[in-house]
């Protein structure tokens, strides 16, 4: 998706709305793509310390969109690492955005993608086969759904109902 846009230049354009389609994420994220500013139509992941289907989205086409995948906030285990991250740029992702943990952070930062998470942890997920897909997420308070416009740079992250 376009690289054309600042989240500054976003916030004072939507300062004023009240109809709930403009949100901005906590700024708990920090970098660990290559990309540091991306965006692109939001698909989710809703799991906890498992991973498995955050590894079949970013094994499937990306298509330019962004994963979001809701953790529980939890930096127990890391969702994503080194060969997930890698996964994702090869299949055309945006970016990630992990509500949890990551891993591998000097091989994510080879990652031609965008990778926010809240922290890393080297302890890898159980593999249970647990968790949704493409479904609304809740990110310390904020809705995020699938569909959602995706706009991440070095000062935030904000979400724009599509």
């Known amino acids: 998706m376009t690289k054309t846009f600042a989240t500054c ?3 004072d354009e939507h ?7 403009f949100r901005v994420l906590p700024p708990i994220f920090l970098d660990f793509g290559k990309c540091l500013k991306f965006s692109g139509p939001v698909s989710t992941v809703k799991c906890f310390e498992d991973n498995s289907l955050v590894k079949a989205a970013v094994d499937s086409p ?3 969109r962004v994963l979001v995948v809701d953790g529980g906030g939890s930096v ?10 890698k996964a ?6 945006a970016g990630v955005v ?15 993608t965008g990778i926010r998470a809240l922290a890393t942890m080297p302890l890898p997920t159980e593999k249970r086969n647990e968790g949704q897909r493409d479904v609304a997420v809740q990110i310390e308070g904020v ?13 935030g992250i904000v979400v724009m109902t599509g």
């Not at 127990?76 to 991250?85: D, I």
């Open 9 to 11: 230049d976003l916030c």
């Open 15 to 21: 300062k004023s709305d009240t109809d709930n389609r």
């Open 62 to 64: 990306g298509e330019g």
């Open 76 to 85: 127990r285990r890391a969702l994503v690492g080194g060969n997930l991250g």
């Open 88 to 93: 994702a740029a090869r299949n055309g992702w």
């Open 98 to 112: 992990v509500y949890g943990a990551v891993r591998d952070r000097s091989e994510l930062a080879e990652c031609n």
């Open 143 to 155: 809705w995020v759904q699938p569909g959602d416009m995706l706009y991440a740079d070095e000062d």
